[in-house]
């Protein structure tokens, strides 16, 4: 099936000797029915030139940041914002620079910043500059920044020298577009439930029992899933965290809000419980604040147990329920014991004593237990990266 017919692509050229295979790339994404804009960077136009993109793209060339012409027809926001998707093809170390430092001095750096479409990058570089410090740093925080990678490859590279850093041949260029293509198109009929963060469980008017949950790691769940086309719903307790504009975000404060804002949004195809709900709540609320005391008595109550609530029902449960274990020790047996005891098909576990994850950390590495005894482990990594392999599991799952 083509997944690229009637889609709209804006192709970035940059400079270096892989250049020659963007014009291959503009020939196949013509075959599948593209229409194609292209932006040539300075050092683009030494290895190829603008007529020979316009001939194949059968579309005008644009290169120069201020040129009347340009921003009388259309400027650099439209141009940001006309495509389905924005490919950068080869991608050289000094582009993938200053995207990584927001930095914006020629056209195609602008477009990029001021995007807000899915940008693929195919790196072309020298194998030392693929492999030096700065480039990885680089390409982390773009990754960070939801920047999809197609290759580089491990090859033989025009100045003579073999390892990676070699662009990714047209073929496999289109085959990434397309199957990303796909992914929306099967995924956009789905909806998934998120829930993230802590709770707070008030005492009085001033003072609540809460957790040191930070919610990235559900915020970073909930985008991932948004970015693969599922309608998603964010269920968030207390944090100063942002969200996609296309997920419905659900702001809570107790667990009872949190398990009632959870009904509401049901049904769904997947839930995936990654909030740090109380476990406890006051029997009883003081209206006013409690004034300093020597000793103070609190009588605690159990809060509903979402998870196990959801995954437990009869008629509301979602074709896969995912819950997560936040754990200091017996990680193994505290995970399975949950998955048994809730009824889920998933848990994730992480080890919250290691201080390099979990809790308000950027990075995770998890565990993920199944009903059918397997496990797989997400090594350490940004959590925008575990979230986007734990949707992929997501999706090769329902399909």
């Given at each position: ?31 599948n029915g593209v229409t194609i804009k292209t932006i040539l960077t300075k050092s683009g136009a030494e290895f190829v030139t603008p007529l020979s993109i316009a001939s194949l793209s059968q579309s005008k060339v644009y290169q120069d940041l201020f040129s009347i012409e340009n921003e009388a027809e ?30 914006s001095d020629d056209l195609a750096s602008t477009v990029a910043l001021a995007s807000n479409k899915k940008i693929f990058i195919a790196p072309a570089m020298n194998v030392r500059m693929w492999n030096h410090q700065s480039t990885k740093q680089n390409i982390d925080k773009l990754k960070t920044y ?254």
């Open positions: 099936m083509n997944n690229l017919n009637n889609k709209k692509i804006l192709l970035i050229i940059c400079g270096g000797i892989a250049a020659y295979k963007s014009l291959e790339i503009i020939r196949l994404l013509k075959k259309m400027d650099h926001i439209s141009l940001s914002r006309w495509a389905d998707l924005i490919l950068i093809a080869p991608a050289t170390a000094n582009t993938i620079s200053k995207l990584a430092n927001g930095n939801d920047y999809r990678l197609i290759g580089p490859e491990i090859g033989d590279m025009a100045c003579g020298e073999y390892g990676a850093g070699k662009m990714s041949e047209p073929q496999e260029v289109i085959n990434k577009l397309d199957s990303y293509f796909k992914n929306l198109k099967i995924n956009n009929k789905l909806k998934a439930i998120v829930t993230a963060g802590p709770t707070n469980e008030y005492i009085d008017p001033i003072r609540f029992i809460s957790n040191k949950s930070s919610g990235k790691q559900g915020y970073e769940i909930a985008k991932s899933l948004s970015k693969k086309g599922f309608d998603t719903t964010l269920i968030s307790g207390p944090t100063n965290l942002k969200t996609n504009e296309d997920i419905n975000l659900i702001k809570v404060e107790t667990a009872e809000e949190m398990f009632q804002a959870t009904l509401n949004s049901l049904p769904a195809d997947v839930a995936v419980f990654s909030a740090a709900v109380g476990d406890y709540k006051l029997k009883e609320t003081s209206k006013i604040k409690i004034k300093k005391q020597d000793k103070l008595y609190l009588e605690l109550e159990k809060n509903v147990d979402i998870l196990n609530y959801v995954s437990k029902h009869n008629f509301l449960r979602p074709k896969l329920v995912i819950g997560f274990a936040a754990e200091t020790n017996n990680l193994v047996n505290y995970a399975n014991e949950k998955l048994n005891e809730k009824n889920c098909d998933w848990i994730v576990a992480n080890d919250v004593s290691n201080k390099k994850i979990g809790f308000d950390s950027d990075f995770n590495e998890v565990s993920i237990f199944y009903k059918n005894k397997k496990t797989d482990k997400l090594k350490y990594k940004p959590k925008s990266e575990i979230s986007d392999e734990l949707v992929d599991k997501i999706i090769n799952h329902l399909n």
